[in-house]
T-cell receptor, first 113, second 113 residues
Framework: QQQVKQSPQSLIVQKGGISIINCAYE??????FPWYQQFPGKGPALLIA?????SEKKEGRFTISFNKSAKQFSLHIMDSQPGDSATYFC????????????FGDGTTLTVKP | DAGVIQSPRHEVTEMGQEVTLRCKPI?????LFWYRQTMMRGLELLIY????????DSGMPEDRFSAKMPNASFSTLKIQPSEPRDSAVYFC???????????FGNGTRLTVT
C-alpha cells in the first residue's frame, strides 16, 4: 500500500512560470514532510521541509503548502528556471517509525527556456 | 564536511559474483540508510542503522543482501550472489536525528550482466 501519492509524474513549464507538484498521504502519524531535488547522476538533496504545525513555509522561490485536514501538501516553484529542471520527491516520516521516510514516486520537471 | 561518500560510483559485474558497496556517512550523524532506486520501484529503503546497530532490515529483498556497520564512519552493503534484477542505483544516506533531513551520497550504479 503506497502511503504517499505524488502527482504529476512529469511536468513541463515555461521559464518564469509556476511549477506545482502535489502529494497526498494516508498515515496521520506522519509529522515531517521534506521535499528532495535530484539531478541526473546525483543523490536526492533536501530542498525544503515542513512540519504539520504550520500551513505554509517559504524559502526563496520555493514554497510548501500544507493542508492537514486534507492530508495533502504541495511544492510551488515560483519564477521557474531551466536550472530547476530535475526530479522532485516528496517524503513523509514520523517519530514513531524512527525516521523511516516514505517517498513519493517522483515528478520530473522540465523548464523550457 | 565532504558529505556522504559512496564507492564505487559504478560497478559492472557478472551474474553470480559478489558485490560490495561502501559508504562513509557524515560525521556525527546517528542514522544511516541504504536505499535502492529503480525506474519501476522508485526509492526503496533496504535497511537502516542507528548508532551502528541495524534497526529495520525489512526492505532487504532476499538473503543474498546483507549490510554491516562496523563503526560510526563506515558501512557496507553486500550482494552475494548478484543477479541481473539487482541492477539499480544504490544510495547511502545519513541523518543527524530522527525526523531530520536525509543527506544522500551520489550513489553506486550497479549493473549485473
Amino acid at each position: 500500500q503506497q502511503q504517499v501519492k505524488q502527482s504529476p509524474q512529469s511536468l513541463i513549464v515555461q521559464k518564469g512560470g509556476i511549477s506545482i507538484i502535489n502529494c497526498a498521504y494516508e498515515n496521520t502519524a506522519f509529522d515531517y514532510f521534506p521535499w528532495y531535488q535530484q539531478f541526473p547522476g546525483k543523490g536526492p538533496a533536501l530542498l525544503i521541509a515542513i512540519r504539520p504545525d504550520v500551513s505554509e513555509k517559504k524559502e526563496g522561490r520555493f514554497t510548501i503548502s500544507f493542508n492537514k485536514s486534507a492530508k495533502q501538501f504541495s511544492l510551488h516553484i515560483m519564477d521557474s528556471q531551466p536550472g530547476d529542471s530535475a526530479t522532485y520527491f516528496c517524503a513523509a516520516t514520523h517519530n514513531t517509525n524512527a525516521g523511516k521516510s516514505t517517498f513519493g514516486d517522483g515528478t520530473t520537471l522540465t523548464v523550457k527556456p | 564536511d565532504a558529505g556522504v561518500i559512496q564507492s564505487p560510483r559504478h560497478e559492472v559485474t557478472e551474474m553470480g559474483q559478489e558485490v560490495t558497496l561502501r559508504c562513509k556517512p557524515i560525521s556525527g550523524h546517528d542514522y544511516l540508510f541504504w536505499y535502492r532506486q529503480t525506474m519501476m520501484r522508485g526509492l526503496e529503503l533496504l535497511i537502516y542503522f542507528n548508532n551502528n546497530v541495524p534497526i529495520d532490515d525489512s526492505g532487504m529483498p532476499e538473503d543474498r543482501f546483507s549490510a554491516k556497520m562496523p563503526n560510526a564512519s563506515f558501512s557496507t552493503l553486500k550482494i552475494q550472489p548478484s543477479e541481473p534484477r539487482d541492477s539499480a542505483v544504490y544510495f547511502c544516506a545519513s541523518s543527524f536525528v530522527v525526523n531530520s533531513p536525509l543527506h544522500f551520497g551520489n550513489g553506486t550504479r550497479l549493473t549485473v550482466t
